[in-house]
T-cell receptor, first 109, second 112 residues
Framework: GQSLEQPSEVTAVEGAIVQINCTYQ??????LSWYQQHDGGAPTFLSY????GLEETGRFSSFLSRSDSYGYLLLQELQMKDSASYFC??????????FGAGTRLFVKA | ETGVTQTPRHLVMGMTNKKSLKCEQH?????MYWYKQSAKKPLELMFV???????ENNSVPSRFSPECPNSSHLFLHLHTLQPEDSALYLC???????????FGSGTRLTVV
């Protein structure tokens, strides 16, 4: 079957760095995406990795290792507003994007 | 209006009712999607439309019936639903097989 595994919850302190890991097992792979969703809100696109390595967008970075079927999202200088759910998602090259169950991030003062 | 708009935001319906969810995108995208989001479970892809043609149908029960009259509008028609169909239904759009989707805020559906 197809699956993406990510931790269900992570807690960190304001100003700290947190890493959310994602491992995947899918029949097709074109790229790994990350989305953020606040309670009651729409998932919003954060980043995409089509090739191995690190992509940086402001305080957020995302990493991919295709040989390990593994990626992570790194959030730096955590702020209270970063408390949300974070989803990794695999794109199959067609119209299918398969999502993980999400990681709930709690940022404490 | 910008982005992807879904109506209604909340819907409570009985198992014998018929209702429709509406999605409209103002981004000029040509692909639209329906996803189901249940608590602590991955988003489940239900249907995909590209250029108004259905290109994916993920073994969804026939009590869910999608319609895409044009590239800006997507509907999900509901009839004789079950309580386990209660969930957040999300609409998304992309340009072609784009790497990033734009989601609406969803319709919170409760079946009683």
């Amino acid at each position: 079957g197809q699956s993406l595994e990510q931790p269900s919850e992570v807690t960190a302190v304001e100003g700290a760095i947190v890493q959310i890991n994602c491992t995947y097992q899918t029949s097709g792979f074109y790229g790994l995406s990350w989305y953020q969703q606040h309670d009651g809100g729409a998932p919003t696109f954060l980043s995409y990795n089509g090739l191995d390595g690190l992509e940086e967008t402001g305080r957020f970075s995302s990493f991919l290792s295709r040989s390990d079927s593994y990626g992570y999202l790194l959030l730096q200088e955590l702020q209270m507003k970063d408390s949300a759910s974070y989803f990794c998602a695999v794109k199959d090259g067609g119209f299918k994007t398969i999502f993980g169950a999400g990681t709930r991030l709690f940022v404490k003062a | 209006e910008t982005g992807v708009t879904q109506t209604p935001r909340h819907l409570v319906m009985g198992m014998t009712n018929k209702k429709s969810l509406k999605c409209e995108q103002h981004l000029g995208h040509n692909a639209m999607y329906w996803y189901k989001q249940s608590a602590k479970k991955p988003l489940e892809l239900m249907f995909v439309y590209s250029l108004e043609e259905r290109v994916e149908n993920n073994s969804v029960p026939s009590r869910f019936s999608p319609e895409c009259p044009n590239s800006s509008h997507l509907f999900l028609h509901l009839h004789t639903l079950q309580p386990e169909d209660s969930a957040l239904y999300l609409c998304a759009s992309s340009q072609d097989r784009g790497r990033d989707y734009t989601f609406g805020s969803g319709t919170r559906l409760t079946v009683v």
